[in-house]
């Protein structure tokens, strides 16, 4: 296909001439130079191998089996998922590569500047969600590592219980998050570092889990066969019902695990060496890992049945029992030491580089990526994680329709109306182009507003329930319909809009 083949080859640009003092910039925000771009295929694909092998990953495919999926539909629903979601991903991605923009700067092409903090507060709200969340699994983890090493570790407070937790665990918490904070002061380099180190280190380590598993059950035959004893009964449905009242939701929800990644992917394809280094990378990293990964959650978890009786799930209540039972406790340690090193991985690049950029784009002259790193994680103790954790499934069908609202928006307006070519220097201006009514382009944000309640009108009207299981799809599909029937003649009507360089 010529046009794919045409965004694959358009080359990296580069600003002739530095950004001139301006309100709606700094240092952080500015677009990459030609001589940043530096990340390889291999960076962008060790980047989304640390995201993707992290302890929601492993537990993944519980749910859907829980609910009624054989272990095989359940990884095929990921994997689709995945592929759906790669979509966006690559188109947004593209904007990042072609002109070095963090998305917060990219929104702006769409809806305005000042009215691109709506969809990038969005998406920064849900990042300090995951922060907190993926910070108390990581706190948990090295929790039983120090109640391990060390025997009075427990017996620190007292034993008193503070909301269902005692002050050990909030310790523990409370380290991790400085772990966390060590690497958004250290900056975006430190992160590809991160990374691409801890990449190989973790796919061996599943590798070896998965060895594990079979080895001690005899073999991987064994495990698949009792794989399949591992999901609940569903009651017989009709195919239509099925799919809509069932493989629906399921889908919806793994096309919104990365939703939000969709969005603010320009945030590190703004380093990339070229179009194809990010989509191939990308592509690599996500499609074989997250599966892989999974899947080792459910080989691991069918073997638990055989071993103890039991379906253990959450690796880190499995790597507690095993260190308890181990002969020698430093086995358990290095196992959760790993957990530990997968979840700040994750962390730092999926739920602190969007909310530090979105929240610099506020107030560029005083805050930076290092400053909105640090609210952001402030943000994510504040959220008392522990008890969000109980619902986070939740989270992923009812904030993904929000998030395909403003991905339909966006890829509209950059690739059908703009296609690919924007004014970078007037992204920076506040009297530019890109300012519409006051900074705010009104028929953006009734694209996106038009989406969400497309997906909300299923929650209202039962017979149109399926908009709302299909959240990201309809919203999507609804956003992007209504902002090109607004903005077609306004965007496609001679003007300032131009490629630079």
Known sequence: MSWLSRLLDEPPIELEHPLPPGELHNADLAPTTLADRTWSRWNIAALWVGMSVCIPTYMLASSMILAGMSWRMAIATIILGNAIVLIPLALNGHAGTKYGIPFPAMARAAYGTRGAH??????????????????????????????????????????????????????????????????????????????????????????????????????????????????????????????????????????????????????????????????????IGLLTTMPLFAFIGVAVTAATVILFGEAIWNPVDLLARLTADAASPLLGVGAMAVLAIATLSTNIAANVVAPANSLSALMPRRISFRTGGLLAALAGILIMPWRLLEAYQGWLISYSGLLGAVGGVMICDYLVLRRTKLDVEGLYKSDGPYHYANGVNYAAMTATAAGILTALVGLWVPSLY????????????????????????????????????
């Open 118 to 283: 709506v969809p990038s507060l969005l998406r920064s709200v849900v990042a300090c969600g995951w922060f907190g969340i993926q910070t108390w699994i990581g706190g948990t983890a090295l929790h039983v590592i120090l109640a391990t090493l060390w025997p009075g570790w427990d017996s620190i407070g007292g034993g008193v219980a503070f909301m269902g937790h005692t002050t050990p665990e909030y310790l523990a918490f409370l380290v991790f998050w400085a772990m966390n904070v060590y690497f958004v002061w250290a900056g975006t380099e430190s992160i590809r570092w991160l990374e691409t180190a801890a990449a190989p280190f973790l796919l061996i380590v599943g590798l070896a889990l998965l060895a594990w598993a079979a080895s001690a059950v005899g073999g991987i035959g064994v495990i698949l066969e009792r794989s399949d004893q591992l999901a609940a009964t569903s009651e017989e449905t009709s195919t239509l019902a099925w799919f809509f009242g069932f493989f629906m939701p399921w889908l919806t929800a793994m096309v919104g695990y990365w939703a939000t990644l969709s969005l603010n992917i320009p945030d590190f394809t703004r380093y990339a060496r070229s179009q194809r280094d990010q989509v191939y990378g990308q592509a």
């Open 466 to 501: 399926a908009l709302f299981e299909g959240a990201w799809f309809s919203a999507a599909f609804v956003s992007c319909t209504v902002y090109w029937l607004m903005m077609r003649d306004t965007i496609a009507s001679p003007g300032p809009i131009q490629e630079e360089g």
